[in-house]
Each structure stands twice: as structure tokens, then as C-alpha cells.
């Protein structure tokens, strides 16, 4: 019975759910819904493999999976996802995604995850803390520059992997950490709510100190 017990955990849950979820917003949920439809049509009353699955998202969506599914499912550790942002004058001029790699032995080399990802923009408007823009952008390698925010007015909290789309810890800049503090409270999304208590947790759990603000 123990062994039992053990066979399934966060990782066979969490993240396995987590890793789906990434893939159908990788492809996107219509292109994701068609190939399976194909899918299951094609290969009704037998046995595939992940392959087959692979391939039918791959005709609907146009994306080689391949190298995807190399780096997420055969590949071991989580990847965190942190702001830079640069604001003058309350408008922001500049803003990156930077991707930090897992704990790898000596010789492995580092891995950088693909993940797609919504930026949520949040502003206190009668005294609470509502979304009030929101970005999609693809994520891979150690920096990635998202130009469609810079000339955005400065936000009191920017929230990467608004929606939880992705399996990655993610961080809280130095801004938007303040805003978070004062008005966690004032969220009504609690999706919201547990993304910014769960960066909170991740970075007391590493031993991290909040940065500066570029402002």
C-alpha cells in the first residue's frame, strides 16, 4: 500500500496537468481541440503512442513539436520566470522576461523552457486590484524582450503567467511586490490571488530579496 501511496505525487499531478495546459496554449485551445478531434478519429479501438497524438497537433497548429516535447517531458526540474522592468516617468520603456534554469549536475547543460504566457497588468480602481491589461507572448531562452508593453503606463503589479498556463515558479518585481503586500486582499480572482501567494512562498522558500525598482 505505501508503495502505492508513493507512486503518484505533485510531480505526477501538478505537473503533468501543468505540462498539458502549456501544450494546449503552445498550440492554441482551437488548433489544440481540432487535433484531437483527428486524433481520436484516426486512431479509434487502438493503441498509439505519444507520437501519434504529437502529430495530429502538430498538422492543426503548424508548430514542430518535437523539439517541445524534448525539453518538457524529458527533461527534469521547474524553470522560474522573473520581470525586468524599466519605467521613466511612470511609463515603461523597456520590458524583459528573464528565465532561469534548474539546478543542473556538472556537465549538464542548462535547460530553457518554451512557455506561453499571458502578462496581466493590474491597477487599484476603487479600492481594488482589477486586471486591467493583459499580454500574450511566447517565452524561450534566458531573456525575452516584450516589446508591445514598453510606451504602457507603468501598472502598481505586473503578474507573469497571469491565468496559470505554464509550469514554472515565477517572481514579483520590486513594484509590484509593494502592491501585492498592500492590496492582496482586494483581489476578487482568487486564480489571482494564489499565483501571488505562490511567487511569494517560492521566494521566501529560495531565499530571495525583493530588487530594486527601475523607476
Known amino acids: ?24 496554449a503552445w498550440v492554441g485551445e482551437d488548433r489544440f481541440v481540432q487535433g484531437i478531434r483527428q486524433y481520436f478519429k484516426k486512431h479509434a479501438w487502438r493503441n498509439t503512442e505519444l507520437t501519434d497524438l504529437l502529430h495530429e497537433l502538430e498538422l492543426a497548429s503548424g508548430r514542430d513539436l518535437g523539439d517541445w516535447t524534448q525539453r518538457w517531458l524529458q527533461t527534469a526540474g521547474v524553470n522560474t520566470l522573473r520581470p525586468e522592468v524599466t519605467a521613466e516617468d511612470g511609463v515603461i520603456s523597456a520590458f524583459t522576461v528573464l528565465q532561469d534554469t534548474p539546478v543542473a549536475p556538472p556537465g549538464v547543460a542548462q535547460i530553457y523552457r518554451p512557455h506561453h504566457i499571458r502578462i496581466g497588468l493590474y491597477d487599484v480602481e476603487h479600492r481594488s486590484l482589477v486586471r486591467t491589461g493583459v499580454v500574450e507572448v511566447d517565452v524561450d531562452g534566458p531573456m525575452t524582450l516584450v516589446p508591445e508593453l514598453a510606451g504602457r503606463k507603468l501598472p502598481d503589479l505586473v503578474l507573469l503567467n497571469d491565468d496559470d498556463l505554464t509550469f514554472a515558479k515565477i517572481r514579483l518585481d520590486a513594484h509590484s511586490s509593494q502592491a501585492a503586500v498592500a492590496h492582496l486582499s482586494d483581489i476578487d480572482n482568487h486564480l489571482t490571488r494564489a499565483l501571488i501567494w505562490g511567487a511569494a512562498w517560492d521566494m521566501t522558500r529560495d531565499g530571495e530579496k525583493i530588487g530594486r525598482a527601475h523607476v
Open 1 to 24: 500500500m505505501l508503495f502505492r501511496s508513493v507512486n503518484f505525487d505533485g510531480i505526477t499531478y501538478a505537473k503533468g496537468a501543468s505540462a498539458l495546459r502549456q501544450l494546449v
